[in-house]
């Protein structure tokens, strides 16, 4: 048997190196499902990024609004939600969504 091993020790030992390569090109921290995880957080990431940056965006308008120049009419809506404030002869509704969709 050791006879086989010495006249077959370099296939064995590109066998061995074969399934080392093998393994680590799928499975290592470089590997191919590595990657592939990596890609997806990063388009996790991409897309949270973007609702922030439209959240951003949304905030600096309205902060535009309250302070370059003021806008009555959105100072109004904040404070109607805000402070539930209704003009003199004017009903306020409010509508509790209670969960059930049917």
Same mark, same amino acid.
């Given at each position: 048997?050791? $006879?086989?091993?010495?006249?077959? @020790?370099?296939?064995? %030992? &590109?066998? =061995? /190196? =074969?399934? @080392? =390569?093998?393994?680590?090109?799928? $499975?290592?921290?470089?590997?191919? &499902? *590595? @990657?592939?995880?990596?890609?997806?957080?990063?388009?996790?990431?991409?897309? $949270?990024?973007?609702?922030?940056?439209?959240? %951003? #965006?949304?905030? +600096?308008?309205?902060? *535009?609004? /309250?302070? +370059?120049?003021?806008? /009555?009419?959105? &100072? +109004?809506?904040? %404070?109607?939600?805000?402070? /539930?404030?209704?003009? #003199?002869? +004017?009903?306020? @509704?409010? &509508?509790?969504?209670?969960?059930?969709?049917?």
């Amino acid at each position: 048997m050791l $006879d086989k091993l010495k006249k077959n @020790y370099f296939i064995l %030992i &590109i066998t =061995f /190196l =074969f399934i @080392y =390569f093998f393994f680590n090109l799928l $499975d290592g921290e470089r590997g191919l &499902i *590595s @990657y592939m995880e990596k890609k997806e957080v990063y388009e996790q990431l991409k897309n $949270d990024q973007n609702v922030l940056t439209n959240k %951003i #965006a949304d905030l +600096e308008h309205k902060n *535009s609004l /309250l302070t +370059e120049n003021i806008d /009555l009419d959105f &100072i +109004e809506i904040l %404070i109607r939600e805000k402070f /539930l404030f209704g003009k #003199a002869g +004017e009903t306020t @509704y409010i &509508i509790k969504h209670n969960g059930n969709k049917k």
